[in-house]
């Protein structure tokens, strides 16, 4: 399997930033189009970006569009989440993925708690 680790979550106050970083190993990472997803308590877990295989393409949920950019290095096997403008409503705990053509394999997951 490709195995995903996130890094960077934490509490932060309203209108902070924080960057998550997802390191992958097991397989090509390169190949991947990779995706950041989340999922505060009590609602379903959601994509909220993702990157094609070069960097060239990117989506993002209009939740976070204009606040949050989604980069990779492909060199480094890590993508990262830029989140800048936090609200309080963005808590959750945040989950990087590798979107293959048969699966989708998932990191553990890391908490980000916003403050008012």
């Known amino acids: 399997q490709v195995q995903l680790v996130e890094s960077g979550g934490g509490l932060v106050q309203a209108g902070g930033s924080l960057r998550l970083a997802c390191a992958a190993s097991?397989?090509?990472?390169?190949?991947?189009?990779m995706a950041w997803f989340r999922q505060a308590p009590g609602k379903e877990r959601e994509m909220i970006a993702n990157?094609?295989?070069?960097?060239?393409?990117?989506y993002y949920a209009d939740s976070v569009k204009g606040r949050f950019t989604i980069s990779r290095d492909n060199a480094k096997n890590t993508v990262y989440l830029q989140m800048n403008s936090l609200k309080p409503e963005d808590t959750a705990v945040y989950y990087c993925?590798?979107?293959?053509?048969?699966?989708?394999?998932w990191g553990q997951g890391t908490q980000v708690t916003v403050s008012s």
């Open positions: 993925a590798a979107l293959g053509l048969v699966r989708t394999y």
């Open positions: 990157i094609n295989w070069s960097g060239s393409n990117t």
């Open positions: 097991g397989r090509p990472f390169s190949r991947y189009f």
